[in-house]
């Protein structure tokens, strides 16, 4: 699990998996997550805009990240 800090709240979740690297792309982050492919914590999620806040844990791709607000 790595740690990402966030410094306005809330994010949504499709720009947090690009912005981390986790998809190539904005459209490939909505497409992973409509396939339901995307967990938030421990939940599969399919809203594209789901607000992300701090200590949230998003999983995708055998990839674990903790939501921190700086």
């Known amino acids: ?3 990402v800090d966030i ?3 809330p ?3 499709y720009k947090i ?4 690297g ?6 490939q982050a909505k497409s992973v997550i409509d396939e339901g492919l995307v967990r938030v914590n421990g939940e599969i999620e399919v809203r ?3 607000k992300i806040v701090s200590g949230d844990i ?3 791709a055998n990839e674990i ?3 921190r607000y700086r």
Request: without cysteine.
């Open 17 to 20: 998996l690009k912005f981390e």
């Open 11 to 13: 994010v949504e979740l």
């Open 58 to 60: 998003i999983e995708f």
């Open 48 to 50: 594209r805009r789901k």
């Open 1 to 3: 699990m790595r740690y």
């Open 22 to 27: 986790m998809v190539a792309s904005g459209g």
């Open 65 to 67: 990240i903790n939501i």
């Open 7 to 9: 410094y306005k709240e």
